[in-house]
């Protein structure tokens, strides 16, 4: 299997070199042109980020501790021009001002500190131009649902309406579906322009990771049997909850030694390792680019393990409903909780 990826890859023209700039129509006047990936702006991709929702709008927030530094209200306090959004964190916008905030003293900034307990957020990436998701990426849960292991990743779409945060609800379909399903994902946040990348610089492309999940129903999703309607079954409102946190890629290190779980109503449901993978990260992003450009703040869901409802026997499969209450994790990536209704 793993010759056949690369064989795969490689004809695909991966092995071309990887771009090294961020894209330019992207950033803000003045922000600064990376010169490598992941050396431009190092402090950034050490860093955990969320949308922070405030009685004044939504902000950028950088953890710290058990606080949220409130970027917007700390820019204001030092006179400087922040960016707005992560973004705008990630295309470079205000990038300045950013690290002048990040450099700031405590004392200078204490006002801007939020408690994380009355934090209130929304999801961790607000505008992605692409969210690009995986159907059949662990061997287990490709197993359980008795799929054959596929030799190219399988990619489908989804659309910023499904974009859900952190606390958030999910207003059931149920007009058109019945049987909701969850899907716990690891999420790879594009923080630089990439096309053609090769597997080895594949990471270097990389912002950030957030824990994620590929809700689902699945009377839309199998609508018409064998011919598997992804868009439709995965893409109402709210079906894509990310975060609380997009964590710097420089905080998570290998992608694929990543433990995933999901519970439901308290009872866990999903344990998995990401180390299950049939395409790793960097195998994703490497077939990917060579379809298709991706541009910063693109959002790659990159699969779920064993353990959804629908790959159960069907007299076990009770399907979520009105009430539940999912919480799902990544390890270093934080606990994103949701409910239904």
Request: proline content about 6%; some cysteine.
């Amino acid at each position: 299997m793993e010759t056949t990826r690369r064989t795969l890859l490689r004809n695909a023209g991966v092995a071309a070199a990887g771009s090294m700039i961020f894209q330019a129509a992207a950033r803000g006047a003045g922000a600064p042109t990376p010169s490598s990936p992941g050396t431009a702006t190092p402090a950034l991709r050490s860093e955990a980020y969320c949308t922070l929702r405030t009685p004044q709008g939504d902000s950028v927030g950088i953890r710290r501790e058990n606080k949220i530094l409130d970027v917007a209200k700390a820019g204001k306090a030092l006179k400087v021009a922040v960016p707005t959004s992560t973004d705008e964190v990630i295309e470079g916008k205000n990038a300045a001002g950013l690290q002048k905030v990040l450099a700031a003293s405590a004392s200078a900034v204490k006002t801007a500190l939020v408690p994380i307990e009355e934090a209130r957020f929304g999801p961790c990436i607000t505008r992605p131009q692409k969210i690009i998701m995986l159907g059949f990426n662990y061997r287990r849960h490709a197993q359980e649902t008795g799929t054959p292991i596929p030799k190219a990743p399988v990619l489908f779409n989804k659309y910023n309406n499904a974009l859900c945060g952190h606390e958030g609800v999910i207003h059931l379909p149920t007009k058109v579906a019945k049987k909701f399903d969850y899907e716990v994902e690891l999420q790879v946040i594009i923080g630089k322009t990439a096309r053609d990348v090769s597997e080895a610089d594949a990471l270097g492309h990389v912002f950030g990771y957030a824990t994620g999940n590929d809700f689902s129903a699945r009377d839309l999703q199998f609508r018409d049997g064998k011919a598997t309607q992804f868009m439709i079954g995965k893409t109402s409102d709210g079906f894509m909850p990310i975060g609380p946190w997009l964590v710097g890629a420089d905080l998570v290190g290998d992608p694929q030694t990543l433990k995933l779980e999901t519970r439901v109503n308290g009872e866990q449901r999903q344990s998995s390792n990401t180390s299950d993978m049939i395409f790793t990260c960097a195998q994703i992003i490497a077939y990917a680019s060579s379809l298709f450009t991706l541009v910063p703040g693109d959002l790659i869901s990159t699969g779920t393990p064993e353990g959804v409802i629908v790959g159960k026997p069907e007299a076990q499969q009770v399907w979520l409903k009105a009430g539940d209450r999912i919480q799902c994790s990544v390890e270093k990536l934080g606990e994103l909780r949701f409910e239904l209704a």
